[in-house]
């Protein structure tokens, strides 16, 4: 499993997807702080760390290493701040993506050092990344409210100068997109099959 878990398993892999959907949301926290804790100690007690960095990347992190001081979380809490703190020392790297980013740790969010910012319009999500960056970047949050889709607000070590950048579109666009909801509720199914819907919701297999 851990060979797996880190992509040199039978068919090596340069990405390795852990997906948590079909977990319970209260048993998430602690499935979280697992994994980030395997990772961190995997390189830890690894010699060749150096060649071998590994990158947790924390998709909607506000569920499980929130701001607040909730005992439930305390654990993936602790497990994804001590890579954020100590993990470049060993080659271990976070990513943290939010759409709350006020509601993510505080201490894991001030150690991130580059910040890709999509469009924000609620105030205290603006206002909470103006006080991240850098006193003379702080301005430029102003203008996280009007991005359009796919455009992102780029600060921090990886550029030499803050950046407005577009990325392309995925083509095939992935199941992660959004629905039509208007043009479905005109020419969607009449009709399902509920039974194996269920059948599938019991064996958890999507």
Not at 5 to 32: E, H, M, N, W, Y
Request: proline share 7%.
């Amino acid at each position: 499993m851990l060979r797996d878990f880190v992509g040199l398993g039978t068919q090596k892999a340069a990405v390795t997807v852990i997906d948590l959907s079909s977990v319970p949301f209260d048993v998430r926290p602690t499935v979280a702080a697992q994994i980030g804790r395997l990772a961190f100690e995997f390189n830890y007690w690894n010699p060749d760390y150096r060649e071998f960095p590994i990158l947790l990347m924390c998709e909607e992190a506000h569920a499980y290493i929130p701001r607040a001081s909730e005992s439930q979380f305390a654990g993936s809490r602790k497990s994804m701040e001590r890579i954020a703190k100590e993990g470049r020392k060993y080659g271990v790297g976070l990513a943290v993506v939010s759409q709350r980013p006020h509601e993510v740790s505080e201490t894991v969010l001030a150690q991130c050092g580059t910040f890709i910012c999509l469009r924000i319009t609620n105030p205290d999500d603006q206002s909470y990344v103006r006080s991240l960056v850098p006193e003379s970047e702080g301005d430029l949050v102003n203008v996280l409210a009007g991005l359009g889709r796919g455009e992102a607000l780029v600060l921090g070590e990886a550029v030499p100068l803050p950046t407005r950048v577009q990325f392309e579109r995925p083509n095939p666009t992935p199941n992660s997109d959004d629905v039509d909801f208007y043009g479905k509720w005109k020419t969607g199914p009449t009709d399902l099959e509920v039974d194996a819907i269920v059948k599938r919701w019991r064996s958890q297999e999507r």
